[in-house]
Every structure is written in C-alpha cells, then in structure tokens.
C-alpha cells in the first residue's frame, strides 16, 4: 500500500471511475472528484460523504488545485460519441478538458498525471482515425507526452473491461440484457475479432499498483492494462451465454453470428503486452469464467 495521497479523479461517477474511487477510499487516500452539478451519481451515492467535489459547470476547475494540495490525478472522464454528440462536444471532453487539468497540474505542482486511454489508441494511422472517439485520445497522450517533463505522466491503455454497475448500452451489459429479456435473436458479427476481456477488479489493480510505483517510475511510461490472453468474441459470448444459463436460466435467445457485417475498418485483433506492468507486480486474478459469474448476477 502506498502512502496516503491527496488525489483528484475525473469521472467517478462513471463505470470504471465509481470502482476507483471505492477502492481509493478504501486505501486511505483524500479523493476529489470534479464531476458536473447535473452528473447522475447513483453509483457513488453512498461514499459522496467521504469525498470533496467540485461541480466543473458552476465552479472554476482550478478551484480544486487552491483548496487542496493535490498530489496526483487520475483521469477516467471521456466521451465514446456513442449517444450522437458532435465532434466539437467529443474533442471539447477527451481532449480540451484534459488539457486544461493537465495545465492546472502543472502550474500547481502536481507530482503524476494517470491517463485513462484505450487499446484503441495504437499508433498506426488506421486506428488513430478509427473514429473522433479514438483520435481525439491519440491526441490528448501526444499533448501528454511533451508535457511529461513537468509532471509525471503514467497512460494506462485500458483492453475491453467488464464487470458490475456498467453503462447498459456497453457490449457486454447488452448482450445480458438480452438473455434476461429472452430475446428471440441478438444479431452480431460474425464474432472472428480477438479482444481481450479484463474484469474490473484487475483494472483497479493496475491502478493501484502504478500509482504505488509511481514516484520510481519515468517522465512518462506507458502500461497495457489486459490479461494477456485473447478470446474470439464468438467465443467469448458463446460462454456467456452458457453460464448464464447454468447460474440462471435457460434461453431461447439465439446468437446469431453473422446476421450483420463488421463495421468499417474494424480491428480484428489486439496486441497487448502486459510485461512492463507485470514487472511493477501486478497479476490479474479474476479468471473469466468467474467475472461473468459475477457480472451476470446483476442481471437476475
């Protein structure tokens, strides 16, 4: 356990931002959370007594850095463009607002800056352009890799995460929402991409241990956050599928493999390596079969 910290998190009233922030809490750190006076915090109602937060809409975002002594920050917050957002709104989220907290960072004197980026964000051009989502956080690591040298920066490149309390419209949340409402058919690809699923417990991991690290670490280092193993997406649902109806019912739903045509230039399989971080001590544990047990209980 690392000593305790003043730290301030974006997006903690998201998926992966709600489990940070329990388990920063959980290891003895202050957390301030910048969110919106409009942010929806179902996730997080019951620890907001143990935090302070600042509303980003209604208040100055340097606010935060004068009141508190903030020692790292840890940046979920982004914007998939999946809910039809125009391509100023997308860039104004994953790249506008993280440069102007990594400008308070600097001129505040915060220790390390943790970014929140994608297995999507790879370095070839085909990629970087996949989508406004996926440029504009190619972006905002290239801005943070030519501040690096006035505040630490650690990029955690995040593989296809899973687990409870997830947006109802992401893949995996979907796909169970289906099998619990016995569709008669969920059409898909025909399920040939290789990804690789880490459960969210293993996530948080890789956050806890970079920022233990953090202070051994360089101007700027790079970790991918996956188990190391692929799976087909076939494979994968097909499994899901079969212990959701072991741990809860069977289903007439077909999976119907095929049915509609992979999106345009769609990435067909991952290249991870988990080494750097594996050489800090991290280890995934929660084993797949037993994150989709976990998951698929939300969906009794």
Known sequence: MCEQQTILLTGATGFLGSHLLEALLENSHKVVVLKRSTSNTWRIKKLLPNIVSYDVDTQSLELAFEEQRIDSVIHTACDYGRKGESIHQVVESNLLFGLRILDACIKFNTDTFFNTDTFFNTDTLLQKHLNAYTLSKKQFVEWLKQQS????????????????????????????????????????????????????????????????????????????????????????????????????????????????????????????????????????????????????????
């Open 149 to 300: 040298s006035k505040v630490r920066v650690v990029n955690l490149k995040i593989e296809h995460m899973y687990g409870s309390r997830d947006d109802t419209n992401k893949f995996v949340p979907w796909v169970l929402s289906q099998l619990r409402d016995n569709a008669a058919e969920i059409k898909l690809t025909l399920g040939e991409q290789y990804r690789d699923f880490i459960h969210i417990d293993d996530v948080i991991s890789a956050y806890l241990t970079t920022l233990e690290k953090a202070s051994h670490l360089p101007a700027f280092s790079e970790f991918d956050v996956g188990t190391g193993k692929l799976i087909s997406v076939r494979k994968f649902l097909e499994q899901l599928k079969e212990i959701y109806e072991k741990e809860i019912i069977p289903v007439e739903t077909k999976l119907a493999f095929g049915a509609i045509p992979y999106r345009e230039r769609e990435m067909m399989t991952v290249a991870v390596n988990n080494e750097a971080l594996l050489n800090l001590g991290w280890n995934p544990k929660t084993s797949l079969q037993a994150g989709l047990k976990n998951i698929i209980k939300e969906y009794v």
